[in-house]
């Protein structure tokens, strides 16, 4: 079992910038690949971000790539998401997920564990 733990979300306004941090309890850590995802009041979770096991491949969202970076840190057992230029259409709940594999997906469905979540509201 593999618990995921967000951090770093708050209020910013339009421009600014927050990373976000998902610490990874399971020491198998560096074999999988990770995801961030993100869900606005009365839409449906969507893809933000997602990264291989090496960190070597990313894939980010039309809607934030050049603006969001995913990287990780696999001696920290840690994944983060450093969002720049925000926007208020970027206020949501944000999760971070593990797939028991090493190659990164966009499809939510092939992530086996999830975070809670941290909440990312932007004013404008």
């Known amino acids: 079992q593999v618990q995921l733990v967000e951090s770093g979300g708050g209020l910013v306004q339009a421009g600014g910038s927050l990373r976000l941090s998902c610490a990874a309890s399971e020491r198998t850590f560096s074999n999988n690949a990770m995801g961030w995802f993100r869900q606005a009041p009365g839409k449906e979770r969507e893809f933000v971000a997602a990264?291989?096991?090496?960190?070597?491949?990313?894939y980010y969202s039309d809607l934030v790539k050049g603006r969001f970076t995913i990287s990780r840190d696999n001696t920290k057992n840690t994944v983060y998401l450093q969002m720049n230029s925000l926007k208020p259409e970027d206020t949501a709940v944000y999760f971070c997920?593990?797939?028991?594999?090493?190659?990164?997906?966009?499809?939510?469905?092939?992530?086996?564990?999830w975070g809670q979540g941290t909440q990312v509201t932007v004013s404008s």
């Open positions: 990264i291989s096991q090496s960190g070597g491949t990313t």
């Open positions: 997920a593990a797939r028991l594999a090493v190659w990164a997906q966009r499809d939510a469905s092939t992530y086996n564990y």
